[in-house]
T-cell receptor, first 110, second 113 residues
Framework: RKEVEQDPGPFNVPEGATVAFNCTYSNSASQSFFWYRQDCRKEPKLLMSVYSSGNEDGRFTAQLNRASQYISLLIRDSKLSDSATYLCVVNPSGTYKYIFGTGTRLKVLA | EPEVTQTPSHQVTQMGQEVILRCVPISNHLYFYWYRQILGQKVEFLVSFYNNEISEKSEIFDDQFSVERPDGSNFTLKIRSTKLEDSAMYFC???????????FGQGTRLTVV
């Protein structure tokens, strides 16, 4: 099983739609979780950290389910500028590294 | 807003040559990282560095790679004898105390010919 697994997509959605991505991780001792966004040929940029209680930042909501070892990202009212690859990132406990999923491509269509 | 900066943005080198990629992490950060991303593939961990020594490294980080923090601000990745398959985007990142989020530089695109 891959350490961090994501559906690569692409997800093609119309502007204004709500879209959700899931990510699963294999190491149950993982401690910290993040969503990053990456535009073509650019660096990963932090979108949000994911907390146990779930958290929201504007149109973005992240959830963590430790029992099932998955993380989700919900984007409401999609904008054209949301088109990017969304990277699920996990920092396993006791390690000094961040492990990336392959990313999920999102294309928001006008 | 503090940011991680990397130089150069693009480096072209001949196979077998040595390259040094440079990074200036965020000033009050304590943990430093190098990652690489081959075109079309995922971001892969190479090495982490804390308190002037390597904390962890991946199997990709073999004897041809080394890292150094030569002064209080720079963090470098050296590839001793480049191979064609080293062509990739190399990202430097840094993070603060505890398991906080990491911030990435804009990357150095390395092309080995």
């Amino acid at each position: 099983r891959k350490e961090v697994e994501q559906d690569p997509g692409p997800f093609n959605v119309p502007e204004g739609a709500t879209v959700a991505f899931n990510c699963t991780y294999s190491n149950s001792a993982s401690q910290s979780f993040f969503w990053y966004r990456q535009d073509c040929r650019k660096e990963p940029k932090l979108l949000m950290s994911v907390y146990s209680s779930g958290n929201e930042d504007g149109r973005f909501t992240a959830q963590l389910n430790r029992a099932s070892q998955y993380i989700s990202l919900l984007i409401r009212d999609s904008k054209l500028s949301d088109s990017a690859t969304y990277l699920c990132v996990v920092n396993p406990s006791g390690t000094y590294k961040y492990i990336f999923g392959t990313g999920t491509r999102l294309k928001v269509l006008a | 807003e503090p940011e991680v900066t990397q130089t150069p943005s693009h480096q072209v080198t001949q196979m077998g040559q040595e390259v040094i990629l440079r990074c200036v992490p965020i000033s009050n950060h304590l943990y430093f990282y190098w990652y690489r991303q081959i075109l079309g593939q995922k971001v892969e961990f190479l090495v982490s560095f804390y308190n002037n020594e390597i904390s962890e490294k991946s199997e990709i980080f073999d004897d041809q790679f080394s890292v150094e923090r030569p002064d209080g601000s720079n963090f470098t990745l050296k590839i001793r004898s480049t191979k064609l398959e080293d062509s990739a985007m190399y990202f430097c990142a840094s993070s603060g105390q505890g398991r906080t989020e990491a911030f990435f530089g804009q990357g150095t695109r390395l092309t080995v010919v």
